[in-house]
Antibody, heavy 121, light 106 residues
Framework: VQLVQSGPDVKKFGASVKVSCKAS????????FSWVRQAPGQGLEWIGW????????YYAQKFQDRVSMTTDTSTTTAYMELRSLKSDDTAVYYC???????????????WGQGYLVTVSS | DLQMTQSPSILSASVGDNVTITCRAS??????LAWYQQKPGKAPKLLIY???NLEIGVPSRFSGSGSGTEFTLAISSLQPDDFATYYC?????????FGQGTKVEI
């Protein structure tokens, strides 16, 4: 199992970022993806989940109005887009394989290497 | 949001020590709790799921216990590779939340 993320990236305040997570080594649609971020020197924060089977999503309310998660089964890639970036969005963004595949998220057994997004003014 | 509180925040230990980290939830998460290990500059690694199930490939010196609101991660005979930060995560109630982390240092 491998999850490979692109990056790093520097974005302007107010811009958007789309992070990709290329999955390999397993049956893509049997799992979901969670996205987790970690600000510099801080702990882990769960952003949301998407089922790679049916596209169901759940977003943490904090991000609900500016995040979108999608998957592309043809390329076995998951995406997370975060809009209207602010300085406190500066963080490493991780994708993780989620054992929740149908209707809800679960625990995370494989993680991507992380994607550093720096938001500057 | 459901709060997860870990203690201690920093744990000083030596190779060979037995150590315990506690994670308390602000409301019951049943047994839907996972533990992760993170080393500097690296992604977290799953150690324990469903409170007490050891992930495949994780050394048996790691063990988890608890249910409801109180959980424990125990490491017996601490090895040099175990010095890291440990996080608990509940996956019972949205939004899923992590503890603030426990740094195990020499």
């Amino acid at each position: 199992v491998q999850l490979v993320q692109s990056g790093p990236d520097v974005k302007k305040f107010g811009a958007s970022v789309k992070v990709s997570c290329k999955a390999s080594g397993y049956a893509f649609t049997n799992y979901g993806f969670s996205w987790v971020r970690q600000a510099p020197g801080q702990g882990l924060e769960w952003i949301g989940w998407i089922s790679a089977y049916n596209g169901y999503t759940y977003y943490a309310q904090k991000f609900q109005d500016r995040v979108s998660m999608t998957t592309d089964t043809s390329t076995t890639t998951a995406y997370m887009e975060l809009r209207s970036l602010k300085s406190d969005d500066t963080a490493v963004y991780y994708c993780a394989r989620d054992l929740g595949s149908l209707s809800h998220s679960s625990y995370l057994d494989y993680w991507g290497q992380g994607y550093l997004v720096t938001v500057s003014s | 949001d459901l709060q997860m509180t870990q203690s201690p925040s920093i744990l000083s230990a030596s190779v060979g020590d037995n150590v315990t980290i506690t994670c308390r939830a602000s409301q019951s998460v049943t047994i839907l709790l996972a533990w992760y290990q993170q080393k500097p500059g690296k992604a977290p690694k799953l150690l324990i799921y469903r409170a007490s199930n050891l992930e495949i490939g994780v050394p048996s010196r790691f063990s988890g216990s608890g249910s409801g609101t109180e959980f424990t991660l125990a490491i017996s005979s601490l090895q040099p590779d175990d010095f890291a930060t440990y996080y608990c995560q509940q996956y019972n109630t949205y939004p899923y939340t992590f503890g603030q982390g426990t740094k195990v240092e020499i």
